[in-house]
T-cell receptor, first 114, second 115 residues
Framework: ETGVTQTPRHLVMGMTNKKSLKCEQH?????MYWYKQSAKKPLELMFV???????ENNSVPSRFSPECPNSSHLFLHLHTLQPEDSALYLC?????????????FGPGTRLTVT | GENVEQHPSTLSVQEGDSAVIKCTYS??????FPWYKQELGKRPQLIID?????GEKKDQRIAVTLNKTAKHFSLHITETQPEDSAVYFC??????????????FGPGTRLSVLP
């Protein structure tokens, strides 16, 4: 499946590093999402973008900084992370917001903070 | 805000038996309830969904029921097969606001189908 892609698939970083996660969707969707999935926790919505405008920020620490330069690309910039930030970060997209459109998930980036 | 609970957290069934996973939600204004299946090491994928104006929906061996009064909905899998083994997430979508909706997910149920 190539609808929603994420890079890198695996990332190990130290607490002082700066890195970025990339998501790209080839579905012509207008909305994109970042989720965090950690062991024994449900999928947690972090950010929502609709037409490149951030519309949701669920009390996410400032060490996570999203960027949506266009409707096909979504980034998550990481800096001074903590070990508890180690998780699977999933990107998703949907046709639009305002109605209940299916969300298509990317394969995720497995992040380990050492 | 919306809160979604899901039970059981783990479920083992014999191949061919039925499996039922139940979710409850707290926001009576939620109007859309998708179910996602996540196989080990793979991304979540939508398997079935239901909207608040419908009480039941079926797709081959999978069905979902919704009780708006009680604020719970359930996933039913009949004639289970080993490939049904996965983690299943329910979700509820709160009412649309000025910007739209987001999903609140349940904690997941790990289903194991034993051959």
């Amino acid at each position: 499946e190539t609808g929603v892609t994420q890079t890198p698939r695996h990332l190990v970083m130290g607490m002082t590093n700066k890195k970025s996660l990339k998501c790209e969707q080839h579905l012509g969707h207008n909305a994109m999402y970042w989720y965090k999935q950690s062991a024994k926790k449900p999928l947690e919505l972090m950010f929502v973008y609709s037409l490149e405008e951030r519309v949701e920020n669920n009390s996410v620490p400032s060490r996570f900084s999203p960027e949506c330069p266009n409707s096909s690309h979504l980034f998550l910039h990481l800096h001074t992370l903590q070990p508890e930030d180690s998780a699977l970060y999933l990107c998703a997209s949907s046709q639009d917001m305002g109605l209940a459109y299916e969300q298509y998930f990317g394969p995720g980036t497995r992040l380990t903070v050492t | 805000g919306e809160n979604v609970e899901q039970h059981p957290s783990t479920l083992s069934v014999q191949e061919g038996d039925s499996a039922v996973i139940k979710c409850t939600y707290s926001d009576s204004a939620s109007n859309y309830f998708p179910w996602y299946k996540q196989e080990l090491g793979k991304r979540p994928q939508l398997i079935i969904d239901i909207r608040s104006n419908v009480g039941e929906k079926k797709d081959q061996r999978i069905a979902v029921t919704l009780n708006k009064t009680a604020k719970h909905f359930s996933l039913h899998i009949t004639e289970t097969q080993p490939e049904d083994s996965a983690v299943y997430f329910c979700a509820a979508s709160p009412a649309v606001d000025n910007y739209g909706q987001n999903f609140v997910f349940g904690p997941g149920t790990r289903l194991s189908v034993l051959p």
